[in-house]
């Protein structure tokens, strides 16, 4: 099969770690060569830049989030998305830019026009490859936050309250609204067998 890059998105607890397990081992099942990477980070630069992200003890403004995504995007594109498919294999990515409309242009600027025609100008600039399919793993958002809540620590992202999390689903459903043809919604209230079988089909595996 020739190369795909396929991110998923979500809000918290909605399963995205538990569906890309699977989904990278029925493909590797199939013999195709899967590289499996996520956002913040991915590469050397972009993992170091993920740990300040998400450092719980600092205070980030909303304009620096955004410039510490691309920056992570960047590197992480150059050195590991376009190689990975230039070299025929598939991309699985934890997240990709949709994240960074939802969480910082949805959540943390409610989705403010200026704040979203800045953002869509840096998806412009500087990411030069779109995912070819968007999964969008959609939970009620209370009930994905309960599921996190039984995680340990929060991180800086994960902090936030459900109000924010409103917003980020309000982020994805314009994200989805915007390309249809790209991002599919997945019904993410299932079990894993279930969800799994929706991915499968919107994938047309």
Known sequence: MNARFISFEGTEGVGKTTA?????????????????????GGSALAEHLRS????????????????????ARADHVHQVILPALQAGKWVVCDRFFDSTVAYQG????????????KIEMLIESFVPVMPDTTLW????????????GKRSVADRLEA?????????HQGLSYQHSKHPQRIHRIDADGTVAQVASRIDTALGL
């Open 106 to 117: 949805f959540g943390r600027f409610g989705g403010d026009a200026k704040a979203l025609n």
């Open 20 to 40: 890309i397990d699977g989904l990278c081992e029925r493909l590797a099942s199939r013999g195709i060569d899967v590289v499996r990477t996520r956002e913040p």
């Open 137 to 148: 793993l959609d939970l009620d958002v209370a009930t994905g936050m309960m599921r996190a």
């Open 52 to 71: 300040i992200f998400l450092d719980p003890s600092r205070t980030i403004d909303a304009d620096t989030e955004i410039l510490l995504m691309f920056a």
């Open 160 to 168: 936030n309250d459900l109000a924010f999390f409103e917003r980020v």
